[in-house]
Structures are given as C-alpha cells and as structure tokens.
C-alpha cells in the first residue's frame, strides 16, 4: 500500500492564509478530498496522512471531519497548543478520535530560533507519550541546532522531520545542513518525510539531479527504515505536478530494494503513524 505522509487540504481565507501569497497563485483556491482523490487514483497511491496548516482546534477538527467522511484519509497530524496548562486534558479529548494521529507546531514560523525548547512546549511534548501521539518537526535549516538538543531530551517520543527541514536547494546550501541531519538521524526515533523539496528548489527551472546530493545524505543518515515519502500537495503544485513529485522520489529509491523502496512509499508511514 503506497501511502501519501503528507498533504493538505484548506478552506481557502485570503487573511488566515496569507503566507499563500502572490508567487503562489496556483493555490488560491479550496482544496478538497474530492480535489485529491483523483490525483491519488492516478497516480497509484491508497491512501494519505492530512496535516494541519493553520494553527487553531477549528483546523483540527476540519481535519478530523474530511477524515470521517473518506476512507482513503488514513490519518491526521493536527494542532493543539502544546503549552496550554490543561494540555493532558486536551489530548486525552483527542485521543478518543482514532484517526488523529499526532500534532504539528509551525516551529517554522517562530521568531525564537529556540522555540521548540521552550519549558511549557517540552512540557506538551512529553504529555504526548502517554497517547500514543507522534510529533511532526517544521523548521528551518536555522532552526536544526536547536532541534539536536530537542531529539535528545525526547529520546522514546516518535518524531518526524518534515521536508527534510526545508534545505536551500535553489541555493545548493548542503554542508551545514547535511552535519545537523547527521546528528539528528543519530536518535532511532526520528523518522524524516521526503517531502516539500520541489517548493525549496528554482520553482520554474528545477531539475531532479539538483534534490539527489539531499536525497542521499538524508537516506545516508537515516536508512530507508527511517524516510516516509510525502506530496506537500496541494502546495507541491506551484513547482511541480504531482506524477513529478513522486518521480523524484521513486527515481531516487529506484535503486534499492523492494522491500526498502516498500517502506519508503508506504510502510514506514503505516508504522510510524499507527495507520
């Protein structure tokens, strides 16, 4: 079963989503599980996992709505504030909802580079565990020193890197960031998505040789055990269609065996996410 980690879907609010911004028109508009069905159809993949991408309960619940409705919507990676002081109240709410599957923060987006250390944030991390919950790790390459310390203080918590923490691959900006993943993939519980790449390369003239030296320091240092594959769509679609997303994947574990590239398209993401 070939399984899709990571995909979105979104009422579409030019306010709440203003990081859609004009560069990005081809996604101004909703997307819908009836927008993705097909694509999915088309491209020989059973099922997905739905990610949040706005940060509000409203948004988690839409989630887990479109996921009761659709079968092939195997899971959710919703949001909740992990801060919050009655946080095991609120997972032991979302717990009872078999579909959700863990959360996400948009780490990205916080002006402290050390915001996934905070106290309080550390606190909901490790109220996650007893749920079962997984956490999805969005960052920037910036951002990875502090994400070494944050993999080491939650050494049984089942974490995963969202698009391979977003490398400047337009730019080739491999040195730095290859060290960081290096560290990182040196804890057993830290799975990373193949996922998001196209959206950090040259929108217009990206070229698959140009995600290889990333591809192979991340299945390098994680082991094909450890890499989910991952659309990003509906956002994947400002530089690329989806055949050519999972091209660049396929292409690059064509190589291995089948029972790796198996794990890589599917089963990793069926263990890791409890699907």
């Known amino acids: 079963m070939v399984i899709d980690a990571h995909q979105h879907f979104w009422q579409y609010d030019p306010v709440r989503d203003a990081w859609i911004d004009e560069s990005m028109e081809a996604i101004r ?21 739905a ?3 706005d940060q509000s309960a409203d948004e988690t619940a839409f989630l887990l709505a479109l996921a009761d409705k659709h079968d092939f919507i195997k899971g ?19 717990a009872t909802h078999p579909k959700l599957k863990g959360f996400r923060h948009i780490v990205q987006g916080e002006p402290d580079n050390r915001f996934i250390l905070g106290e309080h944030f550390c606190r909901g991390i490790k109220a996650l565990a007893k749920h079962q919950f997984t956490y999805d790790i969005l960052v920037y390459p910036k951002q990875l020193p502090a994400v070494e ?4 203080q939650f050494p049984e918590q089942p974490l995963i ?9 337009k730019a080739g900006e491999l040195d730095a960031w290859a060290a960081h993943m290096r560290r ?21 003239q990206w070229e698959p040789a140009h995600f290889r030296p990333f591809l192979e320091v991340t299945l390098d240092a994680f082991g094909a055990n450890r890499l989910v594959y991952g659309s990003d769509w509906p956002v994947c679609l400002v530089a690329a269609r989806y055949h ?5 994947v396929t292409d690059f574990i064509s190589t291995l065996s089948t029972s790796e590239q198996e794990q890589i398209m599917g089963g990793n993401a069926r263990s890791f996410y409890h699907l």
Request: glycine letters at 6%; aromatic letters at 8%.
């Open 149 to 152: 310390e944050f993999v080491r």
């Open 29 to 49: 508009r909703d997307f819908y599980p009836e927008d993705l069905a097909p694509v999915l159809a088309e491209n020989g993949v059973h099922g997905c996992v």
């Open 161 to 169: 890197i969202d698009h391979l923490a977003k490398p400047d691959i």
């Open 51 to 53: 990610v949040q991408a």
């Open 76 to 94: 959710v990676v919703g949001w909740t504030d992990l801060r919050a002081e009655n946080i095991d109240e609120q997972l032991a709410q979302y």
């Open 184 to 204: 990182i993939a040196q804890s057993p519980n830290v799975y990373c998505k193949l996922s998001g790449m196209v959206t950090e390369a040259d929108w217009q």
């Open 244 to 248: 050519e997303v999972k091209g660049i």
